[in-house]
């Protein structure tokens, strides 16, 4: 089955700098790679997601680029506010699976 | 629009005792799904429905059972509680459960269960 790294376990940053979280996944037919957003007391909620045909995604101050070659994906945010801070958790799916194969998740901490 | 309902949201339990979470979502979503949520784990599948009258086995299914009541409700049993089931447990649906489609999944606020 599919099996997705997510590094790094913790980042902090200070305000206004930006953040870069990474993902591996070992299925090469991987074709939908979701990134979701938790914060504390809360169940996750998608931010934003990127199919395998595209390269890279922009949503206002967050980015997500795809490698296929290398089966690596990549969450930017850029100028990180208090608010972004949360668990993020990356995830992966093949095109015939009917679930997602969630990362081990990074606790951001944004520094005022 | 309440989107997924999770009940109880905190429960201890002593080992061999029994119990279920319910779950209940009112977008009219097809699949529902339990996962478990583990430090250092991320999130890993119980069960899921793809849709109503279906059920199937993710990850980690074992000690757990599953009901698709109709629709709207999807919930977990465990038959008897083992401190191995200590986590926090999260109910989702998403509009369909195949392939196609991005299967965007919206998640309930969490069951944290504590079991001694």
């Known amino acids: 089955g599919e099996n997705v790294e997510q590094h790094p376990s913790t980042l902090s940053v200070q305000e206004g700098d930006s953040a870069v979280i990474k993902c591996t996944y070992s299925d090469s037919a991987s074709n939908y790679f979701p990134w979701y957003k938790q914060e504390l007391g809360k169940g996750p909620q998608l931010i934003i997601d990127i199919r395998s045909n595209v390269g890279e995604k922009k949503d206002q101050r967050i980015a997500v680029t795809l490698n296929k070659t290398a089966k690596h994906f990549s969450l930017h945010i850029t100028e990180t506010q208090p608010e972004d801070s949360a668990v993020y958790f990356c995830a992966a799916r093949r095109g015939s699976a009917r679930q997602l194969t969630f990362g081990s998740g990074t606790q951001l901490t944004v520094l005022p | 629009n309440a989107g997924v309902t999770q009940t109880p949201k905190f429960q201890v339990l002593k080992t061999g005792q029994s119990m279920t979470l319910q779950c209940a979502q009112d977008m009219n979503h097809n699949s529902m799904y339990w996962y478990r949520q583990d430090p250092g784990m991320g999130l890993r599948l119980i069960y899921y429905s793809a849709s109503e009258g279906t059920t199937d086995k993710g990850e980690v299914p074992n000690g757990y059972n599953v009901s698709r009541l109709n629709k709207r409700e999807f919930s977990l049993r465990l038959e008897s509680a083992a401190p191995s089931q200590t986590s926090v447990y999260f109910c989702?649906?998403?509009?369909?459960?195949?392939?196609?489609?991005?299967?965007?999944?919206?998640f309930g606020a969490g069951s944290r269960l504590t079991v001694l």
């Open positions: 989702a649906s998403s509009p369909r459960g195949g392939p196609s489609g991005a299967n965007v999944l919206t």
